[in-house]
């Protein structure tokens, strides 16, 4: 895999990172979450963001995608820098929905809460969007969802409704949704702090196997353990900053900072 950089851009004979994150800065109010937070990572990158509670993580994961829009700062995926201008209230807005339509389709997001549509089946969930905003033909996207819920060992559940799901499952079927747009980057915010214990490793052993096949992913995570064992860099996050990062080895037997040090000694 290669290495996460800080910073942005690649130069013209590089092939460019999947996701380049430049100088960004996200405002809540008086309250600055985001301090000019940039990282780039390569296709084939699993990235661990760790850090506290308030500490910026999932923020910076939600702009990627534009869920969050940023105050300040560039945000590009696959070499194409998203089009912003300025929303007229001291911050930045989408300039071109079109494009901003088609990067999404190139990301996909596991959150914390499953975000699973209730009035559909586990199925229905996973052909939504191929149907629906890509155009893919009901019976091809049927015949993707399948497969895809027996890779995450959900096959029984296809005519299933949510509610009727364990939180895992519910998170497989999230992950299974997540796969069906076939994306470039996928994106996991803190995919098992909703679950019980007894049901995290399920879903952390279908990341793990995402992460074997070369996915691109960014992984804000609390799992400790898990981030040492699956990822190949990771970004230590502390009041809208990186504090730290590198690989793994690194980051958990040599941590540089005092701060780094005492978070560590917090959570593992």
């Known amino acids: 895999m290669s290495s996460l950089q800080s910073g942005s851009s690649a130069s ?10 430049d100088g960004l800065h996200k405002w809540f109010g008086d309250l600055e ?9 390569q296709n084939g990158d699993v990235v661990a963001i760790i850090g506290g509670s308030g500490s910026g993580k999932s923020t910076m994961l939600r ?3 534009m869920l969050e829009l940023p105050t300040k700062g560039k945000i590009s995926i696959q070499g194409e820098t998203i089009s912003m201008k300025p929303d007229g209230r001291g911050g930045l807005q989408p300039a071109n929905a079109a494009q901003l339509r088609r990067i999404r389709t190139r990301l996909a997001m596991v959150f914390q809460s499953f975000n699973l549509w209730q009035h559909m089946t586990v199925l229905g969930n ?28 959900l096959s029984d559940k296809r005519d299933v409704y949510p509610s009727f799901l364990s ?7 999230a992950i299974a949704r997540a796969l069906a747009v076939e994306p ?10 909703a679950l019980d214990p007894e049901l995290v490793g399920e879903v952390l052993a279908v990341i793990a196997d995402l992460a074997r096949e070369g996915r691109t992913m960014l992984l804000v995570t609390h799992e400790m353990k898990f981030a040492r064992e699956v990822a ?14 590198g690989p793994p080895e690194t980051i958990y037997s040599a941590p540089k900072s005092e701060r780094l040090k005492k978070f560590l000694a917090t959570v593992q």
């Open 232 to 245: 190949n860099q990771v970004v230590f996050l502390a009041d809208g900053v990186i504090a730290e990062q």
């Open 63 to 65: 702009c990627v995608n």
């Open 12 to 21: 013209s004979n590089e092939t460019p990172p999947a996701v380049d994150i």
């Open 167 to 173: 939180g895992g499952q519910q998170q497989r079927a």
């Open 33 to 41: 979450v985001l301090k000019g937070v940039s990282l780039s990572a």
């Open 126 to 153: 996973i052909i939504e969007a191929p149907v629906q905003v890509m155009g893919v033909k009901r019976d091809d996207a049927i015949a993707r969802a399948e497969k895809l819920l027996d890779r995450v060992g």
């Open 184 to 193: 470039d980057v996928m994106l996991f915010d803190e995919p098992t702090s």
